[in-house]
């Protein structure tokens, strides 16, 4: 028996050589009548099962001439019979009666032509056009005996049943022999899903099937069906499918046909099972989106506004059918202007209300209904609990958090929200909505979850995301001020990054979320959890050159705090958003916030804040050139660093005075405090400041002309703010390794060198350090000295 194959989303077959419906040919060795086979059923089984006529009567035990008679409709077999009969055709005996009693009652015209119009103004998708058709390239080119199933799945509201449609008409040619159509209601709002037996017998009348000739059994009727379309080349369009048990009845089982399903769950059954070919439909690209709009409203409207037009695609968010829904109701008022209806969508509020054609199949809240009621309870609530979350997106070990359950369970739930099209799976482990859905989750979460338990799971994803960062941030940054963190949730569930690569991999997985979440706190009555986050996000955001970034979260930090009243949680916010307008370059402002971070440390009796204050302000002093009081405020802090114990912190110190005396052209000097600082990182496992030091060592070598000794230590300095994701002092270091390289004469590398460390400063919008660059590539050939002879570059690190 052949076997048949599937693929998921519509496949077609392109075969050669049409056939008439009805049309079979006999082996040469069968005998049938004149006047056409009455029983053509029986004899497509049994050539199906590779007998002949005489191979069939040896196995049922009757001569030849009474299978000849049976197929020409001449006879009927014995009662005695009937049961060896059904056993050697290997069907069940209402099966049986279908095929000696139903002949092929079809005239010549039931050629059924069900396939729905398609819309007029159909717009993008050509690159799914250009999959399906591969998928009937494929199917007319594959191997005999294989159906081709193929899947289009995707949220609802996306576009599948248009795209469907339109492809089936533009190969309705393909098929002579007809085309079946059935929306099988798998998420329709006012029914509920049709059942396998009921669609079979509507496509038994579409294939012209007598009333009287149709068996009286679901299991007869289905053999009847898949009989019919043996040998013809049919294209089937179940459209709207709920699961796999609802389109697996309805495939047939021989080659030729080519079935196109539809669904907003992913049918990846269908592909394991059946060999579907599964084709997940996404949102309209932007430009394809105001082009359907344009389509709908009209050219005249289009070049008024354009702008607004290109504002309710995005604010529709491509879906196909938010899109058409703005545009009926911009042609039902064709005197409001655009602008006013982009307005109606900008409020977020109230976006679901004006995609609402009052039609529950032209509402983006029905359709969203729809999908969202075949969830079980628990995945439902994911659901609701998912919209309230500060997004973009979201980890299974955080949804875990946020619902207050065992990671399996969540997973599971995840998994039936992906397959159901609610969320996507974007990045292994990684869940994402659909804008128009997050703001569907979110009014149901609140229509549905009380206030108090909606605070809860806000509570418990900042507790996860809150003690996941600190414990990351030390990881990053050893010498990071340590603050007292509330105890999490007991339903919480941190993760425990295990050292420095694992710390930032997370960060750089949750840079995203973590700002979303910063915003949430502060805006959910969250402050302790704002000011914490900020505090725990910064080690990253300064290493990274997120610096505008590190200032926005600091100042949400500091408003949350000022709303506490907790002194301590001030002296920290002010500290870090002054550090970071320095690392900006707004010195009068971190001035001002230093004064206030030191005055309150020392009104707290907190010599660590003091310390770190002093630290801070010879940063700031040396990005103003002064040097004595880098020294100065430098001094002070290790001072302080050294008298509390605080190692990694005292390393930060001592690197920063080598590194001062190297800018006062004190190289030894320099060289001796680097040492020091560069063994109490090896203590203490503080690798990102390691980098540091030897960036300072580098620059010491250098000056003293061991070019060779510079080059490695810029080598090294280079590997750790690699491994740190410190993109600003991994720029700053390739500019000694280019004035290394000019030293010694090897123009070409030091070029090399500063034009990569110019593309990290443009990367980073950092205005002066990028020209300082541009300034060094500008006057390289002027201050490039002559090579000693026998005399190379050092090698440039890559």
């Not at 003091?610 to 020294?631: F, H, M, P």
Request: aromatic letters at 6%; a negative charge; glycine letters at 8%.
């Amino acid at each position: 028996m052949r076997e048949p194959s599937i693929a998921v989303l519509s496949g077609a077959i392109g075969l050669a050589g049409h056939r008439r419906i009805g049309a079979h040919r006999l082996m040469p060795a069968d005998v049938t009548s004149s006047t056409g086979a009455r029983r053509q059923r029986l004899v497509q089984r049994r050539k199906a099962l590779g007998l002949t006529q005489e191979a069939l009567a040896e196995l049922v035990a009757v001569g030849r001439s009474t299978v000849v008679r049976w197929e020409r409709g001449e006879s009927e077999p014995l009662p005695s019979i009937r049961p060896r009969l059904a056993r050697v055709l290997k069907v069940s005996a209402d099966v049986l009666e279908s095929l000696l009693t139903a002949d092929d009652p079809r005239g010549d015209d039931a050629v059924p032509r069900q396939l729905p119009a398609a819309v007029a103004d159909f717009t993008g998708r050509a690159a799914e056009l250009q999959q399906l058709a591969q998928v009937l390239d494929a199917a007319g080119a594959g191997r005999p005996g294989r159906v081709v199933i193929s899947v289009i799945g995707g949220m609802a509201g996306v576009g599948k049943t248009t795209l469907a449609l339109y492809w089936a008409h533009q190969v309705a040619g393909r098929f002579p022999d007809g085309q079946l159509y059935v929306n099988l209601r798998g998420f329709d709002p006012a029914s509920t899903p049709i059942a396998g037996p009921e669609v079979i017998r509507g496509f038994l009348d579409a294939l012209g099937v007598a009333p009287e000739r149709v068996p009286a059994s679901s299991e007869a009727q289905a053999g009847l069906y898949r009989s019919l379309l043996a040998d013809r080349r049919m294209l089937i369009v179940l459209d709207n499918a709920r699961d796999e048990q609802q389109v697996r009845p309805l495939l047939p089982a021989s080659a030729g046909t080519l079935v196109l399903v539809t669904s907003r769950s992913q049918l990846t059954g269908l592909a394991a099972a059946d060999g579907a070919r599964l084709l997940p439909l996404n949102v309209l690209a932007h430009g394809e989106a105001a082009e359907l709009l344009a389509a709908r409203i009209g050219p005249d409207r289009v070049a008024a506004e354009p702008a607004a037009v290109s504002e309710i695609a995005r604010l529709s968010a491509c879906l196909p059918l938010a899109v058409a829904i703005a545009a009926a109701r911009a042609a039902t008022r064709p005197r409001l202007p655009l602008a006013a209806l982009a307005d109606e969508l900008r409020n977020a509020s109230g976006r679901l209300d004006a995609l609402d054609a009052g039609d529950p199949a032209a509402s983006v809240r029905a359709v969203f209904s729809c999908s969202v009621r075949h969830l079980s309870r628990e995945t439902e609530r994911m659901f609701r609990l998912l919209g309230i979350h500060c997004g973009p997106d979201i980890s299974g070990p955080a949804a875990a958090s946020l619902a207050g359950c065992d990671p399996a369970r969540v997973r599971r739930d995840l998994g039936e929200l992906a397959r159901a099209h609610l969320i996507t799976e974007h990045a292994p482990g990684r869940y994402a909505f659909h804008d128009l859905l997050r703001a569907y989750a979110a009014e149901q979460a609140h229509d549905t979850d009380s206030k108090p338990d909606r605070d809860a799971a806000i509570g418990r994803v900042l507790d996860h995301y809150l003690h996941t960062a600190a414990h990351a941030a030390h990881l990053l940054n050893p010498s990071h001020e340590p603050v007292v963190l509330a105890t999490p949730s007991p339903d919480a569930a941190p993760e425990r990054p295990v050292d420095h690569g694992q710390a930032l991999a997370w960060f750089e997985e949750e840079h995203q979320v973590l700002l979303a979440a910063i915003n949430l706190a502060a805006q959910s009555g969250f402050d302790v959890h704002a000011w914490q986050l900020s505090w725990a996000l910064a080690p990253f955001l300064q290493a990274c050159g997120h610096w505008q970034e590190w200032a926005a979260t600091q100042r949400t930090a500091l408003a949350a705090a000022t709303r506490l009243g907790d002194a301590a949680a001030q002296a920290v916010c002010s500290r870090l958003l002054a550090a970071a307008h320095s690392d900006l370059g707004d010195y009068d402002e971190s001035s001002r916030l230093f004064a206030i971070s030191l005055t309150l440390y020392q009104r707290l009796g907190n010599r660590l804040g003091e310390a770190k204050v002093q630290y801070n302000l010879a940063v700031q002093a040396e990005g103003q050139g002064r040097y004595a009081d880098v020294l100065k405020h430098t001094e002070k802090a290790l001072r302080l660093y050294q008298a509390l114990g605080d190692k990694a912190s005292e390393a930060t110190a001592l690197n920063n005075i080598g590194w001062t005396y190297g800018l006062l052209g004190d190289y030894e000097k320099a060289r001796a405090f680097c040492r020091q600082a560069l063994d109490l990182c090896t203590e203490v496992g503080h690798h990102w400041l390691a980098g540091h030091v030897w960036d300072s060592l580098g620059y010491a070598e250098h000056h003293m002309g061991n070019l060779g000794e510079a080059a490695a230590c810029y080598q090294r300095a280079l590997s750790l703010y690699r491994e740190a994701g410190d993109r600003f002092s991994e720029g700053q270091s390739l500019t000694h390794v280019g004035e290394t390289c000019q030293a010694v004469g090897t123009l070409a590398q030091a070029r090399e060198a500063w034009e990569q460390a110019l593309a990290i400063f443009d990367e980073l919008r950092n205005r002066d350090a990028a020209d300082k660059v541009r300034a060094m590539l500008a006057s390289a050939d002027n201050r490039a000295p002559t090579p000693q002879p026998g005399e190379s570059g050092p090698e440039l690190p890559r």
